[in-house]
């Protein structure tokens, strides 16, 4: 069967939620969304959790948002990433393990 590029996108991000690939496909958006946020230079928001205001150009409001948002896609990389990936791995070998006994 010849699948184009798009296609097999696709076929991947259609994989089931409580399978390796699911569980994989959803560490690597965990940490894509955490590199844009990083990238975008989000980082320097999160300074109002010492009670300053970020970036001057920024009021209170959204540098309370951005430097949440930061936070919780850190906390979700650091955290949720890897129990996502070690729980494919366990599924993929309980899985294996199963097929060949």
Known sequence: ???????QLLAVWRADFFS?????LRAIFIAAAFAVAHLAG???YTS???G???PASAGLGISIFL??????????FVILAPVLLLAAAILALCQRRQNLG
């Not at 069967?1 to 296609?7: G, K």
């Not at 390796?20 to 994989?24: I, N």
């Not at 430097?67 to 919780?72: H, K, M, P, T, V």
């Open 42 to 44: 989000l980082r320097d």
């Open 1 to 7: 069967m010849n699948m184009n590029l798009w296609q």
């Open 20 to 24: 390796p690939r699911g569980f994989v």
């Open 67 to 76: 430097g949440a948002a930061y936070l919780f896609l850190y906390m979700a």
């Open 52 to 54: 300053t205001v970020g």
């Open 48 to 50: 109002v959790l010492a």
